[in-house]
T-cell receptor
Framework: DQQVKQNSPSLSVQEGRISILNCDYT??????FLWYKKYPAEGPTFLIS?????DKNEDGRFTVFLNKSAKHLSLHIVPSQPGDSAVYFC???????????????FGQGTRLTINP | EAGVAQSPRYKIIEKRQSVAFWCNPI?????LYWYQQILGQGPKLLIQ????????DSQLPKDRFSAERLKGVDSTLKIQPAKLEDSAVYLC???????????????FGPGTRLTVL
């Protein structure tokens, strides 16, 4: 049961252009969404997040859009730079377990390649 | 500020052998997580600790996997005996812990790549 899906395993974008990474989810209880970036041989690094009470969050070149009715979120990177080449994971959370513990469910990842 | 430390970085074992991974979280982080990332998939939560207590271990294969976090700081994850399908990267993450009205960002270590032959 894949609750968070990233249907594009890879994406290639020219330097300076916009990169758009997509993510779909099925669980309507998810209320918090994150994007992580991962370089080879390193752990994932937090990039940007959005709460379900918002539909857009921006941080420099990175913007995340949330469409709750479609259960879809996207990450826009503009302009794209060679250093943005990495694997990007979408993650979602909604459960608040013991002591408010937040459980993240990750997508499969999208490998972004920025071409010079 | 030092990040999450993990060791070893790589491990190759034969099936039915045992293996242990170590994690040192960021200082002051109350919550510690162990994830399994199989090639081509996203990280999957195995177990979550709040200080030295288990918060969630619903996806931990308890017949062969065990984890502990003595003294609420370092943690070890053990597999005994290992199977071929355990080949994966094992990621440790830590966070400050839940605080009302604040997000609880998880910080990941570099992971341990396990190959079971």
């Amino acid at each position: 049961d894949q609750q968070v899906k990233q249907n594009s395993p890879s994406l290639s974008v020219q330097e300076g252009r916009i990169s758009i990474l997509n993510c779909d989810y099925t669980n309507s209880m998810f209320d918090y969404f994150l994007w992580y970036k991962k370089y080879p041989a390193e752990g994932p690094t937090f990039l940007i997040s959005i709460s379900s009470i918002k539909d857009k969050n921006e941080d420099g070149r990175f913007t995340v859009f949330l469409n709750k009715s479609a259960k879809h979120l996207s990450l826009h990177i503009v302009p794209s730079q060679p250093g943005d080449s990495a694997v990007y994971f979408c993650a979602a959370s909604g459960s608040r377990g013991i002591q408010g513990a937040q459980k993240l469910v990750f997508g499969q990842g999208t490998r972004l390649t920025i071409n010079p | 500020e030092a990040g999450v430390a993990q060791s070893p970085r790589y491990k190759i074992i034969e099936k039915r052998q045992s293996v242990a991974f170590w994690c040192n979280p960021i200082s002051g982080h109350a919550t510690l997580y162990w994830y399994q990332q199989i090639l081509g998939q996203g990280p999957k939560l195995l177990i979550q600790f709040q200080n030295n207590g288990v918060v969630d271990d619903s996806q931990l294969p308890k017949d062969r996997f065990s984890a502990e976090r003595l003294k609420g700081v370092d943690s070890t994850l053990k597999i005994q005996p290992a199977k071929l399908e355990d080949s994966a990267v094992y990621l440790c993450a830590s966070s400050l812990g839940f605080r009302p009205g604040r997000t609880d960002t998880q910080y990941f270590g570099p992971g341990t790549r396990l190959t079971v032959l």
